[in-house]
């Protein structure tokens, strides 16, 4: 008999995730479409990372909401399970937390305390897009300065030889 409640629980969750889920995705087409002013939402509809993070947001809510902890889903976990990294999570925050006005605080709390949480830790950890990115950019920094120092040691050993001239 238990069973049967586990059961009807995690039903019950996919169906709170699923309606979260779809009554988000239609504010948010909504709110694109107006900033966009055309019709045009494919670029929207078509991009995995958006809709991975936005289940991965619509599941932490809805476990959120229903107190339903894991010591095995953890949210590190979550995001593996959906297939996102932290840096597409927290670019959904603000706008999952913005669909609803009448969010209750509770939730939009925890939203808050999880962007902290990726700014502050998740999104530098090694291989992460922003470490990533951090590291593309150093690259290409030492390279133009690479690039700047060859230069200006070729002109100076042009000056030298016209000089001797």
């Known amino acids: 008999m238990e ?8 039903g019950d969750y996919k169906n709170q995730i699923r309606a979260l889920y ?3 995705l239609e ?5 694109e479409e107006k900033k966009v002013h055309n019709q045009n939402l494919a670029g929207v509809l078509l991009n995995e990372e958006f809709h991975k993070a936005l289940i991965a947001c619509c599941i932490e809510a ?10 095995n889903l953890t949210f ?5 399970l959906c297939d ?3 840096f597409e999570f927290w670019m959904i925050i603000m706008s999952f937390v913005r669909f ?12 808050h305390e999880l962007e902290t949480k990726i700014v502050t830790q998740l999104a530098w950890r090694k291989g992460s897009q922003v470490y ?4 593309q950019l150093f690259e290409q920094s030492k390279s133009s300065e690479t690039e700047a120092t060859g230069s200006k040691t070729n002109e100076t050993t042009r000056e030298a030889t016209h000089n001797s001239k």
Do not use: C, W
């Open 3 to 10: 069973e049967d409640g586990a059961l009807s629980r995690k």
């Open 27 to 31: 504010e948010l087409l909504l709110e």
């Open 100 to 111: 609803d006005p009448h969010m209750p605080t509770p939730i939009r709390k925890h939203m």
């Open 22 to 24: 779809f009554k988000v």
């Open 76 to 80: 590190l976990k979550l995001l593996e």
């Open 84 to 86: 996102t990294q932290p």
């Open 62 to 71: 809805t476990f959120f909401v229903n107190n339903y902890t894991n010591e």
């Open 132 to 135: 990533q990115l951090v590291v």
